[in-house]
């Protein structure tokens, strides 16, 4: 099993800035992948960004340029640095991350952006 714990959640105001962090722990042997999902309320989960064992990145369209994900391997960490937030990135954030081919999920924490 791998427990994720997210932190860095939180109010911030439009056009802001908001680092979320989230560590894996537990029976850890190979994560391909690690990445962000958020849900805003009354709507469906939605990827947000993800970082691949080759460093690739992806991000959906709606936060290309503003956010970026990266990882510490050692740490078994990967962070959402978040830029420009607007209110529509109101959203409780989770981590996934896969593990040998299984993924997990964080319990989820809440990013609100208002002023």
């Known amino acids: 099993q791998v427990q994720l714990v997210e932190s860095g959640g939180g109010l911030v105001q439009p056009g802001g800035s908001l680092t979320l962090s989230c560590v894996a722990s537990?029976?850890?042997?190979?994560?391909?992948?690690m990445g962000w999902y958020r849900q805003a309320p009354g709507k469906e989960r939605e990827i947000v960004a993800m970082?691949?064992?080759?460093?690739?990145?992806s991000y959906r369209d709606s936060v290309k340029g503003r956010f970026t994900i990266s990882r510490d391997n050692a740490k078994n960490t990967v962070y959402l640095q978040m830029n420009k937030v607007t209110p529509e990135d109101t959203a409780v954030y989770y981590c996934?991350?896969?593990?040998?081919?299984?993924?997990?999920w964080g319990q989820g924490i809440q990013v609100t952006v208002s002023s």
């Open positions: 996934n991350v896969h593990e040998s081919g299984r993924p997990y």
């Open positions: 537990g029976s850890i042997f190979r994560i391909t992948a």
């Open positions: 970082i691949h064992w080759s460093d690739s990145t």
